[in-house]
T-cell receptor, first 117, second 112 residues
Framework: SAVISQKPSRDICQRGTSLTIQCQVD?????MFWYRQQPGQSLTLIATANQGSEATYESGFVIDKFPISRPNLTFSTLTVSNMSPEDSSIYLC??????????????FGPGTRLTVL | DQQVKQNSPSLSVQEGRISILNCDYTNSMFDYFLWYKKYPAEGPTFLIS?????DKNEDGRFTVFLNKSAKHLSLHIVPSQPGDSAVYFCAASSQAGTALIFGKGTTLSVSS
């Protein structure tokens, strides 16, 4: 499976500032996903990022708040803009790989733990 | 409205015994189900999956059972080991290339 790294692994930020999270994959992948896991909650998809096209955002998430870049097939960034304490979460990127004839598996990075004061 | 539900937030089991983690779903369009394990400070790790054309999939100590009529799946770990202590997430999707819908997770504690 693909090896996925994220930077930073954790950060503490002041409200009103922005943080950019990087996701690097050791192989070329078409589809990358960004998830958020708020304390005590399940993983929630923020957006799907395909190289060469605009990211597709899920309901409740907007580009102005979570701009995403996907400049090539091995890298993506997620920016959390104008942060508030409610943005304190673990942010994870994942990639999709074909491991079965009919289905693709998703593999996750280690996550970025963000605390907003 | 949660489409994937893990109603037990935690489960404690003795080493060597069976661990059974349960998951219910509401969307009949889901046709692929996965279990992930997550240790603190790490991302979720894929464990095992099952498609809707099967009712059982086995991989070593891990077996997933799917009951489509009840919209229920379960993960069995036999025998349980202390290293299995982690948060287990159930996830579902309706087709390849679409997002996974996750449950809230069940924290499994295996004591020696």
């Amino acid at each position: 499976s693909a090896v996925i790294s994220q930077k930073p692994s954790r950060d503490i930020c002041q409200r009103g500032t922005s943080l950019t999270i990087q996701c690097q994959v050791d192989s070329q992948v078409t589809m990358m996903f960004w998830y958020r896991q708020q304390p005590g909650q399940s993983l929630t998809l923020i957006a799907t990022a395909n190289q060469g096209s605009e990211a597709t955002y899920e309901s409740g998430f907007v580009i102005d708040k979570f701009p995403i870049s996907r400049p090539n097939l091995t890298f993506s960034t997620l920016t959390v803009s104008n942060m508030s304490p409610e943005d304190s979460s673990i942010y994870l990127c994942s990639v999709e790989e074909t491991t079965d004839l009919f289905y693709n598996e998703q593999f996750f990075g280690p996550g970025t733990r963000l605390t907003v004061l | 409205d949660q489409q994937v539900k893990q109603n037990s937030p935690s489960l404690s089991v003795q080493e060597g015994r069976i661990s059974i983690l349960n998951c219910d779903y509401t969307n009949s369009m889901f046709d692929y189900f996965l279990w992930y394990k997550k240790y603190p400070a790490e991302g979720p790790t894929f464990l095992i999956s099952i498609s809707s054309i099967k009712d059982k999939n086995e991989d070593g100590r891990f077996t997933v059972f799917l009951n489509k009529s009840a919209k229920h799946l379960s993960l069995h770990i036999v025998p349980s080991q202390p290293g299995d202590s982690a948060v287990y997430f159930c996830a579902a999707s309706s087709q390849a290339g679409t997002a996974l819908i996750f449950g809230k997770g069940t924290t499994l504690s295996v004591s020696s």
